[in-house]
């Protein structure tokens, strides 16, 4: 009887041993399956991001230069003007909150502004050449110079008078200088177009460590510039 009762409590903790291993084996399992589930959770969070940016975002952008240029080609009293006004106010916003949404989701590219500013750029019959140095970016100086050449591009269609524009990337000392530069300026102009939007390269530059600066030549070239010390920010 006594060697029974021995062989049950041996069978009895060898199935609680076994029943323990399982269970962990179970919760690792279900660890597993929900790191899973948060990754790819992430993964879609940032295709949603991508995916808005690609599809609403640069579209409104467009759409918001072609109003401007719209407005600003409109006879001074003409009736459509309040109405462009209000329409180009309402794009702006939208982009706004369109940036605010998809922030958290992505980072800005510079080699999809890069592409979206020559598509821009030839659906407005401007001619634009593309150099650029094989470098892998830090993600904030990426999303800096992608800014600057929305800016750039921007201030190309509402400025000037621009046939050929030019945007360069090269690095020195590990620093990555990014040039964008149009014709068709005239001085006076360039000086009325200097504002916020500069303002903000410089303070998003000068975060990095970078600086920004542009060059006006007497034969009508405009040239946006930033240099920015190519290394992550913590």
Known sequence: MLALVLSL???????????AVVLRRLRRAQATQAEAVRQAAAEAREQFGRDVHDLVSSRLWLASLTAELAYRLA?????????????????QQ???????????YQEISLWSEIANARAVLGAYGIDCKVELADVELAPQVGAVLAV????????????SSARLCVIEMSVEGG???LSVANDG????????GAGSGIDNLRSRAAALDGVVGTILDL???????????NRARR
Do not use: K, M, Y
Not at 9 to 19: D, E, K, N, R, Y
Not at 220 to 227: A, D, H, P
């Open 185 to 192: 300026v005239e001085p006076i102009v360039a000086r009325q």
């Open 219 to 229: 034969d009508g070239w405009f040239r946006l510039v930033v240099e920015i010390p």
């Open 148 to 159: 600057t050449v929305r800016e750039a591009v921007t201030n190309v269609l509402r400025h």
């Open 9 to 19: 409590g041996c069978i009895l903790c060898a199935s609680l041993v076994l029943l």
């Open 175 to 177: 620093s990555v200088i």
């Open 94 to 104: 939208a982009a706004t909150d369109i940036r605010n949404l998809t922030r958290s």
């Open 75 to 91: 006879d001074q009293n003409a009736p459509v003007r309040p109405a462009l006004a209000d329409v180009i106010e309402s794009i």
